[in-house]
């Protein structure tokens, strides 16, 4: 009785690690299935065409391209990530620039009534102010762009992986993100503006590749050639890179990032191309921040920039201080796996709320912009008031601008250190905990207290219908709790408090996000000094290191937990126990080389299928004989063109004549034809169609008995979205089956072969015994 008890809890505790957001009580569907959580919204997902097809039509069509054609496509190619660095860049400063004014307006209007002691109505004007701002954000995510809710990194990282969800990189989604992460970061509301804008970035690149919108009649020829999946992942891994160079400033920092953590498909030409890019966004900052110095663009900083240059002077260390660096290395890897755990038992709370309704998003939203209002002024009025510095190297007190000395309720003379670091727009919080040569200025509990708000409020924040980032605040709870350590340790070491919040920040964000280089990059970028390079290297090793013993990083685990069916670059062990034969399923749907009119319609009316195989019989050929693969989006273009012909002969080139090369191409964001929306006589249904020039007649191909494994590893690399499967032995059907990446995930497998679950569930036990005893 007591195994089987075991068995059961050991069952139980495994589904609900592979569980997604989308349950299976009120949506019937999971990580396997076709539709995923994109933004806030259910979608229908598909995966996208990286292999070119290569068939006769495109092959003549290649051929007739001139020298002039493939120098205006190399060259559109540069011009394009000339125009997505300089967009990207020039909304990067819109939205900084947006939020420090509205943010400043909002803190100095606070401020004014609080000397005048008014504190109810500054209360109220605080609270109300960041009530519309959070109103504003979730009223049009949630009707306008669900697509644009949270970070959109998960599914800008699924979309390179070759996941394709409708509405992520539409006009739309581009507005709500710009609009959305301006209010919801100005509502005081604990997010950050760096994921928004790898999406923005990511948006602006797609509707540059897609050369136009036929919808509202605004299409450009010339940039035809970028309309198919290869070119625009490309154009999109740019944009994201742009999007962090923007955000932080840190050009090298963005082409890193998109390589290590969003890109799935890397080569030589594309890390030119990126770093192009953010070069273009890097410069265009430059010349904004040169013309912002004289403090004409904002009411805090100069113009809201990120760019904490707090360590440009020498930093000295000895070996004796890598001892507390690497306890808070532990620490942020111990804190980051934390964090991650709760943010998604947090997601999994909230999709039970938004599944209720629009009119329950936008209540949780309000809701968790009143509890942070009421949090961020409530709390400051439990530190002690601290008598102002007599060598204060700016003005103490303040009231209503940025800096260490924050006045809100003291007498004149004095400061409240945590309103200097609670009250304040995050990233001049950020910039007070950066600060060297502040040892004084922060008491123990203001610090603690700060550290155990950010952590939470962080966490309860996210997953609200609005544009929402994780990087700033994960850098901001890095940096308190770093501060906290630093002043633990300040008697022993020689390192400045602030010094020990940048490595603090540092250690948050590997634990919580396992990224090294491209973090390590970012936060040199941030701080202007190389010198920190190897403290940060340690920091972040030692942080992943401890994290990875008990979870993945936050973004793969919101991708799980939304349905993302994302391709790991690993393979898991018992995929080398089976073969693409034990998961290949049917039943199996074939175009003969010349088919009826009405069979197609009737298959494709019948089924979602993207991808048939084309088989050839007697008499076209002396057996079955596998021709190739046909797309369905180009079946339903010969159907709307009606290229039939009377009788099941070979039209050969003829039917060429009657296709361009731009009817073929990959739609932009909007919905591409449907079978539905053709209608044919009697007499078309009884005619014949010739697939064989339009046919992809090399796909690519496994036998049925290759190790699963194996075919991960082809699929995934090479990018492809349908895998054909022929048999061992001849004399069979030509094809077996065709592999999806649907096919790959762990829960489809595991739910054909139950076995292998138990005997996974049992490994994991074994090596990751602390993952359990701790969560």
């Keep these: 009785m007591s195994t089987n008890f075991i068995n059961g809890e050991a069952n139980t505790d495994y589904e609900s690690l592979i569980t997604p957001l989308l349950s299976s009580r009120s949506s019937l569907v999971n990580s396997t299935s076709q539709v995923a959580i994109v933004g806030a919204h259910v979608c229908p997902i598909e995966s ?86 959070t109103l504003v954000a979730s009223i049009i995510t949630a009707f306008i762009a669900p697509a644009a809710a949270g970070s959109g990194i998960p599914e800008v990282k699924a979309y390179l992986n070759g996941v394709d969800a409708p509405g992520i990189f539409s006009f739309r989604t581009l507005f709500v993100k710009i609009i959305g992460s301006i209010t919801a970061v100005s509502s005081s509301l604990l997010v950050g503006k760096a994921g928004p804008m790898v999406h923005t970035g990511a948006c602006v690149a797609a509707l540059l590749g897609q050369g136009g919108s036929k919808r509202f009649k605004l299409t450009w020829r010339w940039l035809r050639f970028f309309k198919n999946d290869r070119d625009r992942r490309d154009l999109v891994t740019c944009g994201s890179a742009a999007g962090i160079a923007a955000a932080f400033r840190a050009p090298v920092g963005g082409v890193l990032f998109a390589l290590e953590e969003m890109a799935s498909w890397w080569r030589s030409a594309l890390l030119w191309r990126s770093f192009f890019t953010t070069a273009v966004a890097a410069i265009v900052l430059r010349a904004l921040i040169d013309f912002c110095l004289s403090g004409k663009c904002g009411l805090f900083g100069k113009g809201g920039l990120i ?76 530190a ?27 007498p004149p003379g004095q400061y409240n250190d945590l309103a200097s670091l609670i009250f304040n727009t995050n990233d001049e919080s950020v910039t007070n905990l950066f600060s060297k040569n502040t040892n004084f200025e922060f008491q123990y509990s203001s610090i603690l207290i700060f550290f155990v708000t950010c952590y939470f409020l962080s966490i309860i924040s996210y997953g609200i219908v609005a544009p929402a980032g994780l990087f700033i605040p994960a850098i901001v709870t890095g940096a308190s709790y770093g501060r906290f350590f630093g002043k633990l340790v300040g008697p022993h070491s020689d390192l400045d408090q602030g ?52 979870n993945c990083s936050i973004y793969d685990l919101i991708m ?27 039943p199996l749907q074939v175009f003969q080389g010349i088919e009826k009119v009405g069979n197609i319609v009737h298959v494709l009316s019948t089924t979602r299928h993207n991808g048939f195989p084309v088989i050839d019989e007697p008499p076209l050929s002396e057996s079955p004989v ?66 064989h020039p339009f046919t992809n007649a090399s796909p690519y191909t496994v036998v049925e008995t290759m190790s699963l494994a194996k075919a991960l590893i082809l699929f995934r690399e090479v990018g492809l979205r349908h895998l054909m499967v022929t048999p061992k032995i001849s004399g069979r059907s030509p094809v077996v089956g065709i592999l999806t990446r649907h096919d790959f995930m762990p829960e489809h497998i595991l739910d054909l072969h139950p076995m292998l679950a138990r005997s996974r569930w049992k490994r994991l036990r074994i090596r990751a015994p602390r993952l359990f005893k701790l969560f």
């Design 48 to 133: 996208l065409d990286y292999e070119i097809a290569e068939n006769d039509f495109l092959k003549q069509d290649w051929r007739s391209r001139g020298k002039m054609q493939i120098f205006q496509y190399v060259l559109m190619k540069w011009l394009l990530c000339f125009l997505i660095g300089l967009i990207v860049s020039l909304i990067g400063f819109f939205n900084n620039l947006a939020i420090e004014n509205i943010a400043g307006m909002k803190f100095v209007v606070t401020s004014n009534m609080m000397m005048l002691n008014r504190f109810g109505m500054a209360f109220l004007v605080f609270s109300v102010s960041n009530l519309i701002l």
């Design 560 to 586: 799980n937990a939304k349905g993302f069916p994302y391709l790991e670059t690993h393979t898991e062990p018992y995929m080398r126990q089976l073969t693409v034969g034990d998961v290949v399923r049917g």
């Design 307 to 382: 760019m904490f240059d707090v360590y440009s002077a020498s930093v000295t260390y000895h070996l004796i201080d890598v001892l507390p660096v690497l306890t808070l290395g532990a620490i942020g890897g111990i804190l980051g796996s934390l964090y991650n755990f709760l943010l998604d038992k947090v997601l999994r709370i909230y999709n039970r709320i938004n599944e209720k309704g629009v009119a329950y998003k936008i209540l949780l939203a309000c809701a968790i912009s009143i509890f942070t209002s009421c949090l961020l002024f409530g709390l400051p009025w439990l």
């Design 384 to 410: 002690s008031c601290q008598p102002c510095p007599s060598d204060a190297s700016e003005a103490c007190p303040t009231m209503g601008q940025s800096g260490n000395f924050k006045k809100f309720h003291c």
């Design 626 to 691: 596998l021709y190739g693969l046909i797309l369905r989006a180009h079946v339903i273009e010969l159907l709307k063109k009606k290229a039939f012909v009377p009788t099941p002969v070979p039209t050969g080139t003829d039917a060429l004549k009657l296709f361009y090369a731009d009817d073929f191409l990959k739609r932009g964001s909007g919905n591409g034809e449907k079978i539905e929306d053709l209608q044919f006589t009697e007499e078309e249904m009884e005619m014949f169609l010739d697939l």
């Design 499 to 550: 010094l020990y919040a940048v490595i603090g920040a540092a250690s948050f964000l590997g634990g919580s996000m396992r990224m090294t280089v491209s973090l390590c990059v970012i936060i040199l970028e941030l701080t202007n000094n190389l010198l920190l390079l190897p403290l940060i290297m340690l920091v972040l090793l030692v942080s992943k290191t401890v994290a990875d013993a008990f």
